[in-house]
């Protein structure tokens, strides 16, 4: 079947600016997450949805970061007046979630997000 | 706070058996996870470990001792292909995602 998708998969935008970054996860998984990756460096956990719980926002680097998930499949991630740190590639992944332990997470092809 | 440390950077030669450790510093955890990472790919997932000992599937292995709060991916009969970067990760108890290692970038030469 068709894997966790995402969109725009490059986006260039000035400072200031605000951004829409979409997912689409692979149906029927429950668990969506956001993580971002800076060049070269690791995955950091951004936010998390499970069903229709409310989302752990603890990652969130700040009020300028939020994220939606509707009728429990799409996601967007929205960064409100973009600074040049916010540069990195956002990643999706999704899972069926439940598992408290094996909770295998399939990752989409990610967007990179400059910020000039 | 909790860390995953790795390598940064490892080089092994076609054929050969490389082996890529994590260190950790967390407190309780349900399992150690490896993922590969291609230049420019998404994350995929290669194992997991729940218990102390060795996972096998196919080329690759997993170890986790949790007495020694250590970890380590095994890829044998090496390929170009296995050139990537590895990240370990953890789940820690009560918390919904997970916690990425500083990742390990493998080249493997002729």
């Known amino acids: 079947g068709a894997g966790v998708s995402q969109s725009p998969s490059n986006k260039v935008t000035e400072k200031g600016k605000d951004v829409e970054l979409r997912c689409d996860p692979i149906?029927?998984?429950?668990?969506l997450y956001w993580y971002r990756q800076s060049l070269g460096q690791g995955l950091e956990f951004l936010i998390y949805f499970q069903g229709n719980s409310a989302p752990d926002k603890s990652g969130l680097p700040s009020d300028r970061f939020s994220a939606e998930r509707t009728g429990g499949s799409v996601s967007t991630l929205t960064i409100q007046r973009t600074q040049q740190e916010d540069s990195a590639v956002y990643l999706c992944?999704?899972?069926?979630?439940?598992?408290?332990?094996?909770?295998?997470?399939?990752f989409g092809p990610g967007t990179r997000l400059t910020v000039t | 706070g909790q860390s995953l440390e790795q390598p940064s950077e490892v080089t092994a030669v076609e054929g050969a058996i490389v082996q890529i450790n994590c260190t950790y510093q967390?407190?309780?955890?349900?399992?150690l996870s490896w993922y590969q990472q291609h230049d420019g790919g998404a994350p995929t997932f290669l194992s997991y470990?729940?218990?102390?000992g060795l996972e096998e599937t196919g080329r690759f292995s997993s170890f986790l001792s949790r007495s020694d709060s250590y970890g380590y991916l095994l890829l044998q009969e090496l390929q170009m292909k296995d050139s990537a970067s590895y990240f370990c990760a953890v789940r820690q108890t009560g918390a919904n995602n997970l916690f990425f290692g500083t990742g390990t970038r493998l080249t493997v030469i002729p």
């Open positions: 470990n729940a218990l102390d």
């Open positions: 149906s029927g998984h429950t668990a």
């Open positions: 992944a999704s899972s069926r979630g439940g598992l408290a332990g094996r909770d295998e997470q399939y």
């Open positions: 967390t407190s309780g955890f349900y399992g």
